[in-house]
């Protein structure tokens, strides 16, 4: 352990006692994040998906991290338990991803946040992935808005999924000339970006891909980036 490492525990070992805190995953106490539950947020390897939904064009999607276990824990606290102090922590992978779809789109690519509902802005009291986007370094200007109210997706099947979202969203302007990586948490099974991109497009922009923090494994086929495999399905999964 380095001079700075110990500082470093020294500080946090004092706070802890000022105010009590967990690991957001394991409850471990003292620490927002324990040793073990950070290292699960580690990048080791990048997702890469190809997301079609009907007639449209395929979206490349990279994501940072599967969304099981450890990194569920945390995102769900982050999202759910008001646990914004892990939003750091979360910011890292997704910034990687996000750099990763940047580089690939090339110039004169701006960021597309997927937007909160109003009733899940009211419930949090932040927009997770406008928080993420902040703490990551990047600009975070609101490029689309919840027009339509929707039910939670987590209780929905893929199509009810797409169903549920389609005409939820809208650009706040014209987007004409524009090019944009969207930009979400957690992808399940691409629904909601999918209708980000249509709202762009209606707007007269172009989506050149989208990154995301993690992914659902289960539904999704998957690709590693910098391995030369095919697909484990058929391109295009819903």
């Keep these: 352990m380095t001079v700075r490492d110990a500082l470093l525990d020294a500080v946090l070992d004092a706070l802890a006692v000022l105010m009590p805190v967990s690991c957001a995953s394991c409850q471990h106490p003292d620490r927002s994040l324990c040793a073990a539950c950070t290292g699960a947020l580690q990048t080791a390897e990048l997702f890469h998906q190809y997301l079609t939904v009907g007639a449209a064009p395929s979206i490349e999607v990279v994501s940072a991290l599967r969304y099981e276990e450890t990194v569920r824990r945390i995102i769900l606290s982050f999202k759910q338990n008001d646990r914004t102090d892990v939003?750091?922590?979360l910011?890292?992978?997704?910034?990687?991803?996000?750099?990763?779809?940047?580089?690939?789109?090339?110039?004169?690519?701006?960021?597309?946040?997927?937007?909160?509902?109003?009733?899940?802005?009211?419930?949090?009291?932040?927009?997770?992935?406008?928080?993420?986007?902040?703490?990551?370094?990047?600009?975070?200007?609101?490029?689309?808005?919840?027009?339509?109210?929707?039910?939670?997706?987590?209780?929905?099947?893929?199509?009810?999924?797409?169903a549920n979202v389609t005409g939820s969203m809208a650009a706040i302007s014209t987007l004409a000339g524009r090019r944009f990586v969207i930009v979400d948490d957690v992808m399940t099974t691409g629904a909601t970006i999918s209708e980000a991109a249509r709202a762009i497009?209606?707007?007269?922009?172009?989506?050149?891909?989208?990154?995301?923090?993690?992914?659902?494994?289960?539904?999704?086929?998957?690709?590693?980036?910098?391995?030369?495999?095919?697909?484990?399905?058929?391109?295009?999964?819903?």
């Design 91 to 162: 910011a890292s992978p997704l910034a990687i991803a996000v750099r990763t779809m940047v580089a690939a789109a090339g110039d004169r690519v701006e960021l597309a946040p997927v937007p909160s509902s109003r009733a899940a802005y009211r419930r949090r009291g932040y927009d997770p992935v406008l928080v993420l986007l902040r703490r990551a370094g990047f600009a975070r200007g609101r490029v689309l808005t919840v027009v339509a109210n929707r039910a939670q997706q987590k209780k929905l099947g893929t199509l009810e999924r797409l």
């Design 201 to 238: 497009t209606a707007a007269g922009g172009v989506v050149v891909g989208a990154a995301t923090l993690a992914f659902t494994p289960r539904l999704l086929p998957i690709r590693d980036i910098g391995r030369s495999e095919d697909y484990r399905g058929a391109k295009g999964a819903q």
């Design 87 to 89: 939003a750091r922590a």
